[in-house]
């Protein structure tokens, strides 16, 4: 696969972020990445229920996407380049086109808006012709109770456009000039020690057995493994990963069994043999009758 036509993912502070929005939909439904939304809403930036781009990634979603190619790291030049006229004129153009475009989505949701409020539209242009009726009469005009039928064309009426000035910007979520980032993909170590390692193969083995696989540390793990899309699904298991050999001690062991029971998952412990092979024992709470 060409740079061109990897995914680009980004480099800031030994953290991972995905700034396309349709990358992410990509990673989500083509290679069962899930990652984690980090950023504010645009129109809702006072709240932390629902979270917008970027999307940052576990260590072991980069390492895996790396290895298998899907992926391009980068990160953004130290110094960066002026735009050039070109790219003065594309996004001055980008810019018209979304005017035109919101233009027209403004006059449909008027006509909308009037639509719904055609009554209250009817009963205030016969206020005034009932006003405008009494005027008549004081003046001994001759008036017709038909001149309060009020019809209303929602389609002939003008909507005067948005004002260029109240229209909405653009803002890029991840920079359209390529040629601002630097390849630096051999800065990315992890995993760099057994128990990363550990992790990353864990990881690794139940994402190939066609799991969805997020952090697991709000429940006391190392991952929370889905049977489909978490969107869609609970998480059925909670894995734990621990070296092969190492011992637990009684009490870590019925306190996993218990937060497992809690939450209606069950706990599994994952390690890695000595024939480098993925190894789980899953703990379930069952109580005394």
């Known amino acids: 696969m060409s740079d061109r036509c990897r995914i680009k993912i980004y ?12 990358d ?9 990445i899930v990652g984690s939304l980090v950023g504010c809403l645009p129109r809702l930036p006072r709240q932390n229920n629902q979270l917008g781009l970027p999307l940052q990634l576990l260590p072991e979603e980069t390492t895996m996407l790396l ?4 992926c391009l790291l980068v ?5 960066l380049l002026e735009p050039t006229p070109e790219q003065v ?7 018209l086109d979304l005017y035109k475009e919101q233009i027209e989505l403004f006059k449909d949701e008027r006509r909308k808006e009037m639509m719904h409020n055609l009554h209250q539209i009817k009963e205030g242009k016969r206020k005034k012709l009932k006003e405008e009726i009494e005027r008549k009469k004081e003046a ?22 948005v004002a260029l000035k109240n229209s909405l910007v653009q803002l890029y979520t991840e920079s359209p000039y390529n040629e601002a980032l630097d390849e630096c993909g051999s800065e990315w170590s992890y995993p760099s020690n057994d128990k990363e390692a550990t992790r990353y193969k864990v990881f690794k083995d139940l994402w190939k057995k066609g799991h969805y696989l997020t952090s697991g540390s709000k429940f006391g793990g190392d991952f929370l493994v889905y049977p489909g899309d978490p969107a869609r699904f609970h998480s ?27 939450v209606r998952k069950t706990v599994i412990l994952c390690s890695v043999d000595d024939n480098d092979q ?9 109580g005394i009758a």
């Open 75 to 79: 990160k953004p030049k130290e110094n």
């Open 236 to 262: 059925f298991y909670i894995a734990v990963c621990r070296p092969y050999k190492q011992q637990i001690s009684m009490s870590d062991f019925i306190s996993l069994a218990r937060m497992g029971s809690n």
């Open 67 to 70: 290895e298998k190619g899907v």
């Open 278 to 286: 993925v190894v789980y024992t899953s703990i379930q709470w069952t």
């Open 11 to 22: 480099l800031q502070n030994q953290n991972v972020f995905v700034w396309s929005a349709k």
């Open 24 to 32: 992410s939909v990509t990673l989500r439904e083509e290679w069962r």
């Open 89 to 95: 004129k594309e996004h001055e153009q980008l810019r």
């Open 140 to 161: 001994g005009e001759t008036v017709h109770e038909t001149d309060l039928d009020v019809e209303i064309d929602i389609d002939s009426i003008q909507i005067p456009p």
